[in-house]
């Protein structure tokens, strides 16, 4: 690719970060403080697609902030896998925002301000770590948004809340500092380099195939936020967050940076050809299938609305893990693809989630019979939603899911291939029941009356990410290609 000396990536990244200081100054207007935040959002989101035709046509941009160790920049670059991570956060946290105003006003939650600028710090980072030009940078990145976040998940400042976030921080810092990080010294000694690269750095080195092993174990372990177990005790904990900001944990930033570390580290510091040469791919797939159908089976039992879509998550992550550790090329392209996919459709369903709590108090699904009724486009999103994350057309989930079928088959791994459909089966069985008690089940006796759609603000976001779910089932196209032009030499 022909990487251009811009501005503009830096941009991407700054405008959130600065605009946290005009948000926390708003904090006596709130219709201002909201109007900085939409606007720091749609604006965020128009610098990152300026860049996007460049990237299509294989040019790309690339800022260098300075050089820390010899070798080692602190730089951003866009190239195709971080244009296509930027593009879904940047989009989705516009609607993030919206929803946000609409549910935090609704229920008159405290500590707004210090909510909005938090949101603006983490989007900031998420940013950074798309564009991350080599594993140093995505690493500082990685640890600003984990501090980051750690405001919005014990927002509610009770016991349960900071028992939560000292969990969040503990699993995402101790992993990433005490796994991550020596990894990351490791590759330095041996590369002399931590810049992303197609084909990998690794190969080149010499080191032993026992080393590499241990070298990939501590990054897939070390980046946390990926929710593979048993490192995903922080994910069902965080729900205790505000709905929006489990909605942005789970679809617009935070395990999705976990994902993306972890499948840059596979495509371009490892690189396909080596993990294929080391027989590494089959086990770390197979490891991740372990986490696929257990968090699914946990998700059965969950009658937290919020705790089963958690587990579910955890589950779905594991899907873009395994797709890569195919090392084919249909598998690879479902894995990076299918990050888009679940984006769009779990935020979908924490967006409807909340609109349930804001418009009813209800967060249990056996206090949901019936309540599809008076809620019905709630409900009619949640199960596009479903659908899509369940992987049945025309939602877009059956896009990225068909890629990873193809890619086990063109892997030979059948028993790889079985797992996928039972996972699709256990997500259609713990999330159909839901959509059946909603609007078939007939409401209890002692059922409140007047419950309607939540306000504006809330309806809005969840039911222009349902229709996108829809939409990319028949246009995938900009996010198919930059996936294949991430993955494919």
């Not at 909201?34 to 690339?62: H, Q, R």
Request: glycine share 8%; aromatic share 12%; hydrophobic share 55%.
């Amino acid at each position: 690719m022909d990487f251009h000396p811009s501005i503009w990536p830096l941009a991407a990244v700054l405008i959130s970060l600065l605009g946290a200081l005009p948000i926390m100054l708003s904090a006596r207007t709130p219709n201002l403080r909201e109007g900085w935040t939409l606007i720091i959002a749609v604006g965020k989101f128009l610098i990152v697609a300026s860049m996007l035709p460049s990237v299509l046509a294989g040019g790309g941009f690339v800022f260098t902030l300075a050089e820390v160790f010899p070798g080692v920049p602190i730089q951003l670059r866009v190239d195709p896998m971080g244009m296509f991570f930027a593009l879904i956060a940047s989009f989705l946290w516009i609607f993030t925002s919206l929803y946000s105003i609409g549910y935090m006003r609704a229920l008159d939650e405290h500590g707004q301000t210090r909510y909005f600028a938090s949101f603006a710090v983490a989007i900031s980072a998420t940013i950074g770590i798309a564009f991350a030009a080599n594993l140093f940078t995505m690493y500082l990145f990685y640890e600003v948004l984990s501090l980051s976040t750690y405001p919005l998940v014990a927002h509610e400042q009770n016991a349960e809340a900071r028992t939560s976030g000292r969990r969040y921080l503990s699993l995402i810092l101790g992993t990433s500092i005490g796994l991550a990080l020596p990894a990351m010294l490791v590759v330095y000694s041996l590369a002399g380099t931590l810049d992303f690269t197609t084909g990998g750095i690794l190969a080149a080195t010499g080191a032993s195939p026992s080393t590499l092993a241990l070298l990939l174990a501590l990054f897939v372990f070390g980046f946390a936020k990926a929710g593979i177990m048993p490192f995903h005790a922080w994910l069902p904990a965080a729900m205790v967050a505000p709905t929006p900001v489990s909605s942005f944990l789970h679809g617009v930033a935070v395990v999705k940076a976990g994902v993306f570390s972890i499948i840059r580290v596979l495509v371009d510091i490892f690189g396909i050809d080596l993990l294929a040469s080391l027989n590494l791919g089959a086990p770390l797939a197979y490891f991740v299938c372990i986490t696929i159908l257990a968090a699914s089976l946990v998700a059965l039992t969950q009658d937290n609305l919020k705790r089963r879509l958690a587990y579910s998550t955890v589950g779905q992550l594991s899907y873009m893990v395994l797709g890569v550790a195919l090392l084919s090329a249909s598998g690879v392209t479902g894995g990076v693809l299918h990050i888009a996919m679940h984006a769009f459709g779990k935020i979908t369903l924490f967006f409807c989630a909340g609109a349930i709590y804001v418009a009813s108090h209800k967060k249990y699904i056996s206090q949901m019979d019936g309540l599809g009724r008076t809620m019905p486009i709630t409900f009619g999103a949640f199960f596009l939603g479903a659908m899509s994350i369940i992987g049945l057309p025309p939602l877009g989930g059956f896009i990225s899911k068909w890629y990873l079928v193809i890619g086990a088959v063109q892997a030979d791994q059948l028993p790889i291939l079985l797992v996928l459909l039972t996972s699709s089966l256990l997500n259609a069985a713990y999330f159909l029941p839901i959509v059946y008690r909603a609007f078939f089940a007939p409401p209890p006796p002692d059922a409140p009356v007047g419950i309607k759609e939540a306000p504006i603000f809330c309806l809005v976001p969840l039911v222009v990410t349902a229709l996108c779910s829809l939409t990319l089932f028949f246009y995938p196209t900009i996010f198919l290609r930059l996936a294949q032009a991430a993955v494919l030499p």
